[in-house]
């Protein structure tokens, strides 16, 4: 199983990025789909998911608004569209197959893609 992700970068606060994940040797229409970050000093947090079918999503409370979730079957990829982008949104960030936001629950995770929200 192999996640890549890719769509990282520096941006100002308020702007957008989008971040991609693509699986390889795993089909993301049987598995529950996530994002999670870590800032440095921090521990790893659930940021998004996105069920099987692709219909229900959850977001953590700080990205609540800003953030959009998404998947396309026919690519095996999962996006997280983020805007009005905060300096506390500053992270890596990265996708992960498993429970809903449970880090004991995660089965395989991508390489991670740095965002930084900076002026």
């Known amino acids: 199983v192999q996640l890549v992700e890719s769509g990282g970068g520096l941006v100002q606060p308020g702007g957008s990025l989008r971040l991609s994940c693509t699986a390889i040797?795993?089909?993301?229409?049987?598995?529950?789909m996530n994002w999670f970050r870590q800032a440095p000093g921090q521990e790893r947090e659930g940021v998004s998911c996105?069920?099987?079918?692709?219909?229900?999503?959850w977001y953590a409370d700080s990205v609540k608004g800003r953030f959009t979730i998404s998947k396309d079957a026919a690519k095996n990829t999962i996006y997280l569209q983020m805007s009005d982008l905060k300096p506390e949104d500053t992270a890596i960030y990265y996708c992960?197959?498993?429970?809903?936001?449970?880090?004991?629950?995660?089965?395989?995770w991508g390489q991670g893609t740095q965002v930084t929200v900076s002026s």
């Open positions: 040797g795993i089909t993301s229409n049987y598995y529950t």
């Open positions: 996105i069920n099987v079918r692709g219909d229900s999503a």
């Open positions: 992960a197959v498993g429970g809903c936001a449970v880090l004991e629950s995660v089965r395989a």
